[in-house]
T-cell receptor
Framework: DTEVTQTPKHLVMGMTNKKSLKCEQH?????MYWYKQKAKKPPELMFV???????INESVPSRFSPECPNSSLLNLHLHALQPEDSALYLC?????????????FGQGTRLTVV | GESVGLHLPTLSVQEGDNSIINCAYS??????FIWYKQESGKGPQFIID?????DKRQGQRVTVLLNKTVKHLSLQIAATQPGDSAVYFC??????????FGAGTRLFVKA
């Protein structure tokens, strides 16, 4: 199994809603990532978890709250988002450091904030 | 600051021809480079990588060239096929978990 599975595929939420994005991998990877990708732009790193501990937070606003319940799961909790947060949110995993081994990306969650 | 960019935002090639996608980087400390392919509606897919102690690496129909003197990276795709149509990103890593993606090049393959 070389898949990173993200749910839901699409999400529309209001600015006062609370929602969560989920990511799952069963490749035994110890590093997991959240990226944000706006249309026609490259992915931008948001968070990195290594061995279930938050390793990098790229100065992401607190309305985005990551969580790593176990080594296979990664969540992104969303609260009080703004329309400009609408984007494709990508989850990725890698065996070790992202810069050393192949990174696997999920298909993303297309988020629209209304 | 750190930056990874591409010379050409779009590239159109005839099916069967070879494609070359270029990328410039500015961080001399980068020691690992990756090419990703992203098809519409999908996440990026790893194509090939290269370390800074190498200048060339070959995969199946793809070759990555690294010129550290001019901080230039290229991806060569042999016998380009319609299935190669996608956006291609170069990315650089300076160590650890932080990988910076370049702006991307859209490749169109004409049948």
């Amino acid at each position: 199994d070389t898949e990173v599975t993200q749910t839901p595929k699409h999400l529309v939420m209001g600015m006062t809603n609370k929602k969560s994005l989920k990511c799952e991998q069963h490749m035994g990877h110890r590093a997991m990532y959240w990226y944000k990708q706006k249309a026609k732009k490259p992915p931008e790193l948001m968070f990195v978890y290594s061995y279930e501990k938050l390793s990098i937070n790229e100065s992401v606003p607190s309305r985005f709250s990551p969580e790593c319940p176990n080594s296979s799961l990664l969540n992104l909790h969303l609260h009080a988002l703004q329309p400009e947060d609408s984007a494709l949110y990508l989850c990725a995993s890698s065996q070790e450091e992202l810069g050393s081994t192949e990174a696997f990306f999920g298909q993303g969650t297309r988020l629209t904030v209304v | 600051g750190e930056s990874v960019g591409l010379h050409l935002p779009t590239l159109s090639v005839q099916e069967g021809d070879n494609s070359i996608i270029n990328c410039a980087y500015s961080n001399s400390a980068s020691d690992y480079f990756i090419w990703y392919k992203q098809e519409s509606g999908k996440g990026p897919q790893f194509i090939i990588d290269i370390r800074s102690n190498m200048d060339k690496r070959q995969g199946q129909r793809v070759t990555v060239l690294l010129n550290k003197t001019v901080k230039h990276l290229s991806l060569q795709i042999a016998a380009t096929q319609p299935g190669d149509s996608a956006v291609y990103f170069c990315a650089e890593n300076t160590g650890g978990f932080k990988t910076i993606f370049g702006a991307g090049t859209r490749l169109f393959v004409k049948a």
